[in-house]
C-alpha cells in the first residue's frame, strides 16, 4: 500500500486549487510565488488559482497561505453523459489512495449544463463506487465521532466533470486563535487581504479603532510575529492515507524556528463595547500576543496622536453598516464623520476603510484605491491609501 502510495500520488507532481473569494486572486498569486511554489506552474482560473507541485506544497500552501478560503487537489477529470459511463471512469481510481478505508465522507456537486444534473444522485454513484474501491464502509458526516474525514468535490459543466478531494478541511480563514467572541465581523482571510493592500508590513505600527473580536489586530499580530496563518488549526491532509506526520512536523518546526518576539506594542486596538475586550484580551493572553498588541476601551472619535505614542503607521476600519446602522440615510453622514476624523487626526497614515457601498466610499472622500470584495452574502469594498 505504501509503495503504491509513493508511486501514485507523494512522488508524482499533482495538481491543486486555491479556492479564492472574488477580489483576493491578485494577492493568493502573490503568495503562491512568494512561497516559490512551481512558478511556472501557476495559473489563474474562475473561481482561484490553479498550481502544481508536490504532496509536501499542498502542507505548505495550506500552512502559509493567508488570502485563499481553502485548498483543493485535483483527482481525476473525465466526460460521461449517463450514470453508467460516470460509474465506470469514476471506479477507474483507486480511492483507497485518497480515502482512508474508515473515514466519514462529506460529498458537494454542483452540476451545471449538464445530463446528470441531479446532485443527489451523482453524490449517491459517487459514493457507491468509493465505498466499493477504497474497501469502507458507506458512512456520512456524523456517523462516528472522531474518525478521519474526507471531503469530495464534484463539478460538472456541460457534461464534464471534475472530481478534487479537500486539502483543508474548515475553511482556512479559520486560523485557530478565535475562542468565545461569536460571529466575527470580517473573516480573517479577508482582514489579511485589507491590511496588505492597505500596504501593512511587519515594521508598521496598526492602529485597529473599531477592533470589536480583533480580527484586524489578531492577524496584524501573526503577521508581525512571522506565524504562519495556519499555525494553531489542523488540516483536512493529515487524515489522508498519504499524509507524512514527520514531514509535516519538521514543516510546522521550521516556521516556529522563524516566530519572533516583539520588543515593543505596535498594535493600539480599541473599541467602545466593553462585552468584546474582555474574550478578545483572554485570545491575546491564550495565543501570548501580549508583547504587541495593546488593546483599551475607548471611542475612535477621540482617539488623538498621543494614543500612539505620537506615531503614524497604518488605520484599518470595520465600520458597523447595514443593520448595525439604524437608518440608511445614516450611513452616508457616518462615513463622511470617519473621513473627517481620518483627515484631521491620521493626516499622513496609510488607511485601509471596509465600506458598504461606493456612496458610503464617495461620503468617506479619501480619494483611495477601491476594491470590491465578497464578505457576509453583500458585496462591499475596502478603500486603501494615503490620508
Known sequence: MQKRIKRRVTAREQTFFAVCQPGVKNLCLKELSDLGINPG??????????????????????????????????????????????????????????????????????????????????EERLSRVVSAKAGRERRTAGDQAGAPSAGLHVRAEKDRFEISIDSSGDLLFKRGIKEDVGKA??????????????????????????????????????????????????????????FSGAQFAHMKKKAREEIV?????????????????????????????????HVKKKDFFTLTCVDFNCKKGVIVINPPYGKRIRAKNETGSFFMEIGNKLKKDFSGWRAGVVVPDKSAAASLALNGRLTRFFHGGLDVFAVTGKV
Open 41 to 122: 506552474g501557476i495559473r489563474v482560473k474562475k473561481g482561484g488559482i490553479e498550481f502544481s507541485g508536490k504532496v509536501s506544497d499542498c502542507y505548505r500552501a495550506n500552512l502559509h497561505l493567508r488570502s485563499p478560503s481553502r485548498i483543493l487537489m485535483r483527482i481525476c477529470r473525465f466526460r460521461a453523459e449517463t450514470f453508467a459511463e460516470f460509474e465506470k471512469k469514476a471506479g477507474k481510481v483507486d480511492w483507497d489512495l485518497y480515502v482512508s478505508s474508515n473515514a466519514t465522507v462529506e460529498y458537494t456537486v454542483s452540476c451545471a449544463k449538464s445530463r446528470l444534473y441531479h446532485t443527489g444522485a451523482v
Open 185 to 242: 465581523p470580517i473573516r480573517e482571510n479577508l482582514a489579511g487581504a485589507v491590511l496588505s493592500w492597505a500596504g501593512f508590513g511587519c515594521d508598521d505600527l496598526l492602529a485597529d479603532p473599531m477592533c470589536g473580536s480583533g480580527t484586524f489586530s489578531m492577524e496584524a499580530a501573526m503577521i508581525k510575529k512571522r506565524i504562519p496563518p495556519g499555525y494553531f488549526r489542523r488540516f483536512a491532509f493529515e487524515d489522508w492515507p498519504c
Open 261 to 293: 518576539s516583539a520588543s515593543e506594542k505596535s498594535i493600539f486596538a480599541f473599541d467602545i463595547d466593553e462585552t468584546v475586550l474582555a474574550p478578545f484580551g483572554d485570545n491575546i493572553s491564550r495565543f501570548g500576543f501580549e508583547d504587541v498588541i
